[in-house]
Protein backbone atom coordinates (compact mmCIF):
# COMPACT_ATOMS: atom_id res chain seq x y z
CA UNK A 1 0.00 0.00 0.00
CA UNK A 2 1.71 3.41 -0.55
CA UNK A 3 2.78 5.66 2.42
CA UNK A 4 1.01 8.24 1.95
CA UNK A 5 -2.55 6.82 1.65
CA UNK A 6 -4.06 5.66 4.78
CA UNK A 7 -4.91 2.15 5.53
CA UNK A 8 -8.41 1.54 6.24
CA UNK A 9 -9.59 -0.89 8.77
CA UNK A 10 -13.17 -1.90 8.88
CA UNK A 11 -14.21 -3.43 12.74
CA UNK A 12 -16.76 -6.23 12.72
CA UNK A 13 -16.93 -6.30 16.42
CA UNK A 14 -19.99 -7.56 17.81
CA UNK A 15 -19.99 -5.84 21.29
CA UNK A 16 -20.63 -2.28 21.10
CA UNK A 17 -17.85 -1.36 23.60
CA UNK A 18 -15.03 -3.19 22.12
CA UNK A 19 -15.72 -1.72 18.65
CA UNK A 20 -15.86 1.51 20.05
CA UNK A 21 -12.49 0.96 21.96
CA UNK A 22 -11.04 -0.77 18.96
CA UNK A 23 -11.87 2.41 16.50
CA UNK A 24 -10.34 4.54 19.16
CA UNK A 25 -7.29 2.94 19.91
CA UNK A 26 -6.65 2.21 15.70
CA UNK A 27 -7.83 5.61 15.24
CA UNK A 28 -4.99 7.29 17.40
CA UNK A 29 -2.31 5.61 14.82
CA UNK A 30 -0.73 7.43 12.66
CA UNK A 31 -1.53 6.07 8.89
CA UNK A 32 -4.83 3.87 10.15
CA UNK A 33 -8.14 4.80 9.40
CA UNK A 34 -11.24 3.05 10.46
CA UNK A 35 -13.91 3.08 7.76
CA UNK A 36 -16.98 1.85 9.43
CA UNK A 37 -17.65 -0.60 12.27
CA UNK A 38 -20.20 -3.58 11.67
CA UNK A 39 -23.28 -2.93 13.73
CA UNK A 40 -24.82 -6.81 12.63
CA UNK A 41 -22.10 -9.47 12.92
CA UNK A 42 -24.50 -11.23 9.87
CA UNK A 43 -24.34 -7.70 7.79
CA UNK A 44 -20.28 -7.66 8.56
CA UNK A 45 -18.94 -8.85 4.69
CA UNK A 46 -22.52 -6.28 3.32
CA UNK A 47 -21.13 -3.44 5.27
CA UNK A 48 -17.78 -3.14 4.93
CA UNK A 49 -17.93 -3.84 0.71
CA UNK A 50 -18.77 0.15 0.13
CA UNK A 51 -15.67 1.53 2.45
CA UNK A 52 -13.24 -1.20 0.57
CA UNK A 53 -11.17 -1.84 3.54
CA UNK A 54 -7.39 -2.71 3.07
CA UNK A 55 -7.42 -5.01 6.70
CA UNK A 56 -10.61 -6.35 8.32
CA UNK A 57 -10.84 -6.78 12.04
CA UNK A 58 -13.26 -9.73 12.85
CA UNK A 59 -15.12 -10.98 16.21
CA UNK A 60 -15.33 -14.95 15.83
CA UNK A 61 -18.09 -15.51 17.93
CA UNK A 62 -20.84 -13.35 15.95
CA UNK A 63 -23.99 -15.10 16.99
CA UNK A 64 -25.77 -14.71 13.43
CA UNK A 65 -22.28 -15.19 11.56
CA UNK A 66 -20.73 -18.41 10.04
CA UNK A 67 -17.30 -16.94 10.71
CA UNK A 68 -15.21 -18.59 8.19
CA UNK A 69 -18.40 -18.25 6.02
CA UNK A 70 -17.73 -14.23 6.16
CA UNK A 71 -14.47 -14.41 5.60
CA UNK A 72 -14.80 -16.41 2.70
CA UNK A 73 -17.28 -13.98 1.64
CA UNK A 74 -15.79 -11.32 2.19
CA UNK A 75 -12.29 -12.20 0.27
CA UNK A 76 -14.89 -13.30 -2.35
CA UNK A 77 -15.86 -9.60 -2.58
CA UNK A 78 -12.74 -8.22 -1.93
CA UNK A 79 -9.69 -10.53 -2.78
CA UNK A 80 -6.80 -7.88 -2.10
CA UNK A 81 -8.64 -7.09 1.37
CA UNK A 82 -6.68 -8.95 4.58
CA UNK A 83 -9.31 -10.83 7.53
CA UNK A 84 -7.54 -10.71 10.83
CA UNK A 85 -9.56 -12.71 13.46
CA UNK A 86 -9.89 -11.93 17.68
CA UNK A 87 -10.79 -15.46 18.99
CA UNK A 88 -13.63 -15.06 21.89
CA UNK A 89 -12.41 -16.69 25.40
CA UNK A 90 -11.70 -20.42 24.42
CA UNK A 91 -12.31 -19.90 20.68
CA UNK A 92 -8.33 -20.82 19.77
CA UNK A 93 -9.83 -24.24 18.26
CA UNK A 94 -11.47 -22.56 15.44
CA UNK A 95 -8.40 -21.23 14.11
CA UNK A 96 -7.83 -23.54 11.60
CA UNK A 97 -11.29 -22.84 10.10
CA UNK A 98 -10.55 -19.55 9.81
CA UNK A 99 -6.84 -19.71 8.27
CA UNK A 100 -8.71 -22.24 5.87
CA UNK A 101 -11.20 -19.76 4.87
CA UNK A 102 -8.17 -16.86 4.02
CA UNK A 103 -7.56 -15.11 7.33
CA UNK A 104 -4.18 -13.79 7.57
CA UNK A 105 -3.98 -13.48 11.15
CA UNK A 106 -5.42 -15.09 14.35
CA UNK A 107 -5.33 -12.91 17.83
CA UNK A 108 -5.77 -14.57 20.81
CA UNK A 109 -8.83 -13.12 23.23
CA UNK A 110 -6.57 -11.34 25.57
CA UNK A 111 -4.00 -9.82 22.96
CA UNK A 112 -3.31 -6.32 23.96
CA UNK A 113 -3.86 -3.27 21.97
CA UNK A 114 -0.10 -2.97 20.69
CA UNK A 115 -0.88 -6.85 19.82
CA UNK A 116 -3.63 -5.81 17.96
CA UNK A 117 -2.07 -2.48 16.29
CA UNK A 118 1.40 -4.34 15.52
CA UNK A 119 -0.72 -7.22 14.07
CA UNK A 120 -2.59 -4.69 11.65
CA UNK A 121 1.15 -3.36 10.88
CA UNK A 122 2.37 -6.36 9.83
CA UNK A 123 -1.03 -7.86 7.99
CA UNK A 124 -0.57 -4.63 5.85
CA UNK A 125 2.59 -5.26 5.07
CA UNK A 126 1.90 -8.48 2.92
CA UNK A 127 2.86 -10.75 6.59
CA UNK A 128 0.77 -13.05 8.21
CA UNK A 129 0.64 -13.26 12.24
CA UNK A 130 -0.11 -15.82 14.88
CA UNK A 131 0.49 -15.80 18.84
CA UNK A 132 3.25 -18.01 19.45
CA UNK A 133 1.33 -20.37 21.59
CA UNK A 134 -1.49 -20.58 18.49
CA UNK A 135 1.87 -21.14 15.90
CA UNK A 136 3.03 -23.90 17.50
CA UNK A 137 -0.58 -25.69 17.44
CA UNK A 138 -0.63 -24.88 14.23
CA UNK A 139 2.45 -26.40 13.55
CA UNK A 140 1.53 -29.54 15.43
CA UNK A 141 -2.07 -29.80 13.80
CA UNK A 142 -0.31 -29.44 10.52
CA UNK A 143 2.09 -31.97 10.70
CA UNK A 144 -0.69 -34.72 12.60
CA UNK A 145 -2.86 -33.99 9.36
CA UNK A 146 0.52 -34.38 6.83
CA UNK A 147 1.69 -37.84 8.46
CA UNK A 148 -2.03 -38.93 8.80
CA UNK A 149 -2.18 -38.02 4.72
CA UNK A 150 0.44 -40.29 3.97
CA UNK A 151 -1.12 -42.86 5.88
CA UNK A 152 2.22 -45.22 7.04
CA UNK A 153 4.34 -42.43 8.85
CA UNK A 154 7.08 -42.48 5.96
CA UNK A 155 9.55 -39.47 6.31
CA UNK A 156 8.83 -36.98 3.88
CA UNK A 157 10.44 -37.77 0.20
CA UNK A 158 12.51 -34.98 -1.38
CA UNK A 159 10.99 -33.34 -4.84
CA UNK A 160 11.59 -35.37 -7.67
CA UNK A 161 13.41 -32.00 -8.91
CA UNK A 162 15.87 -30.66 -6.48
CA UNK A 163 15.15 -26.38 -6.27
CA UNK A 164 17.04 -24.05 -6.76
CA UNK A 165 18.75 -21.57 -4.52
CA UNK A 166 16.13 -18.39 -5.05
CA UNK A 167 13.81 -21.03 -4.80
CA UNK A 168 14.81 -22.22 -1.66
CA UNK A 169 15.17 -18.40 -0.70
CA UNK A 170 11.27 -18.08 -1.83
CA UNK A 171 10.18 -21.41 0.40
CA UNK A 172 11.84 -20.13 3.54
CA UNK A 173 9.41 -16.72 3.10
CA UNK A 174 6.65 -19.07 2.52
CA UNK A 175 7.47 -20.93 5.43
CA UNK A 176 7.73 -17.61 7.26
CA UNK A 177 4.13 -16.77 6.13
CA UNK A 178 4.81 -14.23 3.62
CA UNK A 179 2.56 -12.98 1.05
CA UNK A 180 3.80 -12.61 -2.93
CA UNK A 181 3.75 -9.17 -2.22
CA UNK A 182 6.10 -9.46 0.82
CA UNK A 183 8.38 -12.13 -0.88
CA UNK A 184 8.67 -9.55 -3.90
CA UNK A 185 9.80 -6.95 -1.77
CA UNK A 186 12.19 -8.45 0.08
CA UNK A 187 14.06 -10.58 -2.76
CA UNK A 188 13.49 -7.25 -5.04
CA UNK A 189 11.41 -9.07 -7.80
CA UNK A 190 8.50 -8.34 -9.31
CA UNK A 191 5.06 -9.44 -7.66
CA UNK A 192 4.17 -11.61 -11.06
CA UNK A 193 7.93 -13.05 -11.03
CA UNK A 194 6.94 -14.70 -7.57
CA UNK A 195 4.23 -15.63 -8.53
CA UNK A 196 5.61 -17.86 -11.28
CA UNK A 197 8.59 -19.30 -8.64
CA UNK A 198 5.85 -20.04 -6.41
CA UNK A 199 3.75 -21.77 -8.75
CA UNK A 200 6.86 -24.00 -10.10
CA UNK A 201 8.07 -24.60 -6.20
CA UNK A 202 4.06 -26.17 -6.02
CA UNK A 203 4.70 -28.24 -8.74
CA UNK A 204 8.56 -29.51 -8.04
CA UNK A 205 6.40 -30.52 -4.24
CA UNK A 206 4.08 -32.34 -5.43
CA UNK A 207 2.20 -29.81 -3.57
CA UNK A 208 -2.06 -28.12 -4.17
CA UNK A 209 -1.50 -25.23 -1.99
CA UNK A 210 0.90 -22.76 0.12
CA UNK A 211 -0.17 -24.49 3.07
CA UNK A 212 0.65 -27.74 2.12
CA UNK A 213 3.98 -26.31 0.80
CA UNK A 214 4.99 -24.64 3.85
CA UNK A 215 4.09 -28.28 5.89
CA UNK A 216 6.01 -30.33 4.11
CA UNK A 217 9.24 -28.36 4.64
CA UNK A 218 8.73 -28.39 8.10
CA UNK A 219 7.98 -31.75 8.31
CA UNK A 220 11.13 -32.36 6.47
CA UNK A 221 13.15 -30.37 8.65
CA UNK A 222 11.75 -32.20 12.11
CA UNK A 223 11.84 -35.41 10.50
Not at 34 to 49: H, I, K, S, Y
Not at 72 to 101: K, N, S, T
Not at 120 to 140: K, M, N, Y
Amino acid sequence: MPPEKPIRIFIAENVMPNRRSFASIIDGEPGFEVVGPAVDGALADQQARPSEPHIVLLDHEKPALDGPGAVRQMLRERPDAQVIVRAGPGGDGHMFDFICAGAQAYLPHDADNGEILDTIRAVALGHSRLAPALTRRLIDEFRRICRAARGDGAAYCAPEEPLTDREKDILQLIVEGKGNRAIASTLKLAEGTVKNYVSRIMEKSNARSRTELAVKSLNRRSE
